[in-house]
């Protein structure tokens, strides 16, 4: 089963100590599966700290992205994203930082169980300023440690992608020749090469073989198994100069075990292996 939040405004799945993620020359790619039972702005969809992250935004069909910088934090609006009520929800959310400076790229994907993924456009509302901060935990189904902003619904199986340090190019996991930008033909890879083949069924849509390492540069790639009989599980693989896999557990705040089953959970094992 997936799993509901919103029976109360804490209500949040965590993962602590991931790498730091929204500072310099890092970059993440959260693909899932959202079900709204209310549409209220501000309500979290996950987060890393209390800002860096996604919720509902003002037209509440569609959402607000925040980064975390040191002076002034930057804010994206949706357009086409199509939150609907009661309708699972397909949201695939990329955001990579620069070096240095506020240079800062947003791609958001939207789809249902009907309709494949497609871009959405993103307009900067607020620009950021001071050098990117980031957060560290992680956060489904909330807003950080803030006690009012759980989203209201539930979340299913989703797949988290991170890289951190020297993994640019088509050595790096994302194949972007630099983290605080995006260009078409990158954008169609991450799309061809995560968005599609998650929102299709494949939790890990990488073969671990073709994925770079570089010194001083990391990557983990989770897909979290939001169907887990007990609790969220994750198979998470790592790379720092070697492939490793592991199982990681969430902590859940709150959340309550839904009565439906996320929209791939028939097709995905409770420990799936990268496709061959």
Known sequence: MAWTFGAAASNDVNLAATQLLGGPTTAFLICGWWYPTTLTATRGLFSFGNTLGAEIGATTSELLIRSAHGTTNGQWTTTGVGLTVNQWQFIAVYMGF???GTGTAVKVWSGTTEVQP???SI????TPAGTAAGGTNFYLGNK?????LAFQGDIGNTFLGMAAGALTGPLGPFNVAAYGTVDANEE???KASYVLP???VNPFPFRGGDLGFRAG???DMYYINMDHIVAPRATRFIGSGAAQSAAANFTV???TKSGQRSPVAANVPGFPTPRP
Do not use: M, P, R
């Open 188 to 190: 169609e890879f991450l």
């Open 118 to 120: 497609v871009a959405c």
């Open 253 to 255: 705040d709150g959340a």
């Open 217 to 219: 540069a990391s990557w």
């Open 123 to 126: 307009t900067n509302t607020v």
């Open 144 to 148: 950080g440690t803030s006690t009012t």
């Open 198 to 200: 998650v929102w299709a």
């Open 98 to 100: 620069a070096a240095s």
